[in-house]
């Protein structure tokens, strides 16, 4: 009697561990492997012209800039989203999101809010709808196009265009991107024009209003030496402005027009125009000047107190007019000298 209790202990434990086995194959079951999952991540982002993620994330290499610094890319307007569902693939899908901020997915009968959220975010999302019919659904989601947070470099670069990247990037780099300024036709000042987060999305997920345009200027030789760097925001336009000119007439050499791409003084400008002629009166040398207001001035220099540094040699602004004006005695004895120059071969001939 006794071994007939044993055996049937012993084959209720057999039992109760078979069951046990079978669970926990059946639970593992529910989990995506690594192979069925295969999910690709985008390469890194080259440096250069205008980036595509989808073509980066074909190269299968991972990102290097996904969540950087602690960010998380939060889905925008016109991005593009890569949608699996584990084990379903009749559901699995690539969508672009709607103007209205939405997605549709199969046999979910109401659109599905994307924006303004992270791909996790977006995936609990769309695993809550399933789950009213699917047994443990599994969602994966991948911003395979993110361009909802452009940043634009224009005005006096190389390669002036739009750039979509998904990392935190400073003004320096982003200029590299666009092939650097133009020296022959940059000038000395950078204009950020900032409207705020171009995903519309903020901290408190708030839409930015046209109010929030600013207008941000830098020097282009201090970023240049990296004096001045900022972090720039998606959504940024970076305009690399022409440079100023300012222009030399009146009685010098060659009146021409100075380009202000570097800070210019007057002396420095006169030396551009060939210098100042014979009849010029360097006691009385005027730069004409339009201030912000309107308002409009003349400046009044002596050339000898500029050498003998008796007061600073004076910057240039833009449109200033640098006139040099006319010594009337220096032009008459110049013109005496030239009729006397003129008269000599004459009389010499008489004889």
């Given at each position: 009697?006794?071994?007939?209790?044993?055996?049937?202990?012993?084959?209720?434990?057999?039992?109760?561990?078979?069951?046990?086995?079978?669970?926990?194959?059946?639970?593992?079951?529910?989990?995506?492997?690594?192979?069925?999952?295969?999910?690709?991540?985008?390469?890194?982002?080259?440096?250069?012209?205008?980036?595509?993620?989808?073509?980066?994330?074909?190269?299968?290499?991972?990102?290097?800039?996904?969540?950087?610094?602690?960010?998380?890319?939060?889905?925008?307007?016109?991005?593009?989203?890569?949608?699996?569902?584990?084990?379903?693939?009749?559901?699995?899908?690539?969508?672009?999101?709607?103007?209205?901020?939405?997605?549709?997915?199969?046999?979910?009968?109401?659109?599905?809010?994307?924006?303004?959220?992270?791909?996790?975010?977006?995936?609990?999302?769309?695993?809550?709808?399933?789950?009213?019919?699917?047994?443990?659904?599994?969602?994966?989601?991948?911003?395979?196009?993110?361009?909802?947070?452009?940043?634009?470099?224009?005005?006096?670069?190389?390669?002036?265009?739009?750039?979509?990247?998904?990392?935190?990037?400073?003004?320096?780099?982003?200029?590299?991107?666009?092939?650097?300024?133009?020296?022959?036709?940059?000038?000395?000042?950078?204009?950020?024009?900032?409207?705020?987060?171009?995903?519309?999305?903020?901290?408190?997920?708030?839409?930015?209003?046209?109010?929030?345009?600013?207008?941000?200027?830098?020097?282009?030789?201090?970023?240049?030496?990296?004096?001045?760097?900022?972090?720039?925001?998606?959504?940024?336009?970076?305009?690399?402005?022409?440079?100023?000119?300012?222009?030399?007439?009146?009685?010098?050499?060659?009146?021409?027009?100075?380009?202000?791409?570097?800070?210019?003084?007057?002396?420095?400008?006169?030396?551009?125009?060939?210098?100042?002629?014979?009849?010029?009166?360097?006691?009385?040398v005027i730069i004409q000047r339009?201030?912000a207001n309107g308002v409009k001035?003349?400046?009044?220099?002596?050339?000898?107190?500029?050498?003998?540094?008796?007061?600073?040699?004076?910057?240039?602004?833009?449109?200033?007019?640098?006139?040099?004006?006319?010594?009337?005695?220096?032009?008459?004895?110049?013109?005496?000298?030239?009729?006397?120059?003129?008269?000599?071969?004459?009389?010499?001939?008489?004889?």
């Amino acid at each position: 009697m006794k071994a007939v209790k044993k055996l049937l202990a012993f084959c209720a434990v057999l039992f109760l561990a078979n069951v046990a086995f079978v669970a926990a194959q059946e639970k593992s079951a529910e989990k995506p492997s690594d192979k069925i999952e295969n999910v690709k991540k985008p390469a890194e982002n080259p440096a250069g012209n205008q980036v595509s993620i989808s073509e980066i994330a074909a190269s299968g290499a991972p990102n290097p800039y996904k969540n950087q610094v602690g960010d998380k890319y939060r889905l925008g307007f016109q991005d593009t989203v890569e949608i699996q569902v584990f084990r379903h693939p009749e559901l699995s899908q690539v969508v672009n999101i709607n103007p209205d901020g939405t997605i549709r997915m199969p046999r979910i009968d109401q659109p599905i809010v994307a924006v303004c959220k992270t791909e996790r975010e977006l995936g609990d999302s769309i695993t809550s709808y399933y789950k009213t019919y699917l047994k443990n659904p599994f969602v994966t989601v991948r911003a395979v196009e993110q361009r909802s947070q452009p940043f634009a470099v224009v005005g006096a670069v190389k390669k002036a265009g739009s750039f979509y990247l998904n990392r935190k990037i400073r003004l320096l780099e982003l200029l590299a991107f666009a092939g650097g300024p133009d020296v022959e036709f940059a000038g000395s000042k950078i204009q950020i024009a900032r409207v705020g987060n171009a995903s519309g999305c903020t901290e408190n997920s708030a839409e930015a209003s046209a109010d929030d345009l600013q207008f941000i200027g830098f020097n282009l030789n201090d970023v240049l030496k990296g004096k001045e760097n900022p972090w720039m925001e998606p959504g940024d336009i970076v305009s690399v402005l022409i440079a100023e000119e300012a222009y030399v007439v009146g009685n010098v050499l060659k009146p021409t027009k100075v380009t202000l791409n570097e800070p210019r003084t007057l002396t420095q400008a006169l030396a551009i125009a060939g210098g100042t002629d014979s009849t010029a009166n360097t006691s009385k040398v005027i730069i004409q000047r339009q201030e912000a207001n309107g308002v409009k001035k003349e400046l009044l220099f002596d050339l000898k107190d500029i050498r003998d540094r008796k007061i600073p040699d004076p910057q240039l602004q833009a449109n200033d007019i640098v006139q040099v004006s006319n010594d009337k005695m220096k032009s008459i004895m110049d013109g005496v000298k030239n009729i006397f120059k003129s008269s000599v071969p004459t009389l010499i001939r008489g004889y």
